[in-house]
């Protein structure tokens, strides 16, 4: 099971925070929760909030609002709830795409390998207790991120995200 | 895994052919599963389906270009050793969503065949071979009854009935 990568993408349409994990983390290097949280370890290397993922992030943003679009239009008239959740994952033949998206807009996004099957319990718990905790909750992060280009700098956010998928 | 709909889209990204088929119902409840259990599709105008079509012919494309770094740097294409492989090597292959699941399955020539099913419960990935499977039949269907219609141009509209009856005794078996 590997992740590949991470972002965020706020109301706005804009990429608020990426997390790409260049170095596959070996399995045995991860055998300890703890060990993962005190050492650097091979999972944290990578490139945070990178300039070069601008263009990725856009077109990541675009494929999954189509496909978001389709699945709703296509969808039986269902409950409003279910619909706006109703795109789960998308999938080629080197990656899987998962996709949680909250009531108030915010796109979470995982990429990992074909045999990882369903992330949504772990993205839920993500924005459940990683984002409201330390950006929701913090008094000195933006309420909105409106302006392009700002993005989740929030050292404990980073850190946290860090070990959630370091130990999966 | 019921299979709901099936798509065939030009290399240029147009639909040239489009049908829903009936879900399988049960004979004792047949008016009562249409409506709860098994929810169909929502019927679409044509110029509708002309727009999903072309969506997500461009959405395919642009799912190869999100390829991670990681796995740009070491994995090398499998290979296909099965008859009829799937020329799809990094596009978009499989779609998830709560209602409904859509498989895509490219030739050669660059024709797209998809199948939209009924939510699996399945592994995924032995889904999407299964699905696959079924778009290749779709495909030798037709290879013989558009390919060698001597009236059909190529890229155009489907509109032959002997395609049409050979599809429906393949995938509804009637």
């Known amino acids: ?168 | 895994m019921a299979i709901q709909s099936l798509y065939i889209i030009n290399k240029s990204g147009g639909l040239i052919y489009q049908t829903d088929f009936p879900l399988p119902t049960n004979s004792s409840t047949s008016t009562s599963t249409t409506t709860t259990t098994t929810p169909s599709l929502t019927r679409l105008t044509a110029n509708d389906y002309l727009v999903l079509a072309g969506t997500l012919h461009g959405v395919f494309a642009i799912a190869s270009r999100l390829t991670p770094t990681a796995v740009k740097l070491t994995k090398t294409p499998p290979p296909s050793s099965n008859i009829l492989p799937s020329y799809n090597n990094s596009g978009l292959r499989c779609i998830e969503t709560e209602q409904f699941n859509l498989y895509i399955y490219q030739t050669i020539t660059g024709l797209k065949f998809m199948i939209i099913t009924t939510p699996t419960v399945a592994d995924l990935n032995y889904a999407t071979d299964v699905a696959e499977t079924a778009m290749k039949s779709c495909y030798e269907v037709y290879s013989d009854y558009v390919m060698k219609d001597p009236f059909y141009e190529l890229g155009m509209p489907i509109r032959g009935k002997a395609f049409e009856r050979r599809l429906w005794e393949l995938i509804v078996g009637k």
């Open chain 1, 1 to 168: 099971m590997t992740i590949y990568s991470f972002w965020v993408f706020d109301r706005h349409c804009n990429c608020i925070y990426n997390r790409e994990w260049t170095q596959v983390v070996n399995p045995s290097s991860s055998t300890s929760a703890s060990a993962s949280s005190n050492t650097p370890t091979a999972s944290l290397t990578g490139s945070i909030n990178s300039k070069d993922n601008e263009d990725t992030a856009k077109l990541l943003f675009g494929t999954i609002f189509s496909l978001r679009n389709i699945s709703n239009k296509l969808s039986p008239s269902s409950t409003t709830m279910t619909s706006a959740n109703s795109l789960k994952s998308f999938a080629t033949t080197n990656y899987r795409a998962h996709y949680y998206e909250t009531a108030s807009g915010l796109k979470f996004v995982a990429m990992s390998d074909l045999n990882v099957k369903d992330l949504q319990k772990e993205l839920r718990f993500v924005y459940e207790r990683i984002y409201v905790d330390c950006v929701v909750r913090n008094p000195l992060c933006p309420v909105d991120f409106k302006h392009q280009g700002k993005k989740i700098t929030n050292g404990s956010f980073i850190h946290g995200i860090d070990r959630f998928f370091g130990t999966l």
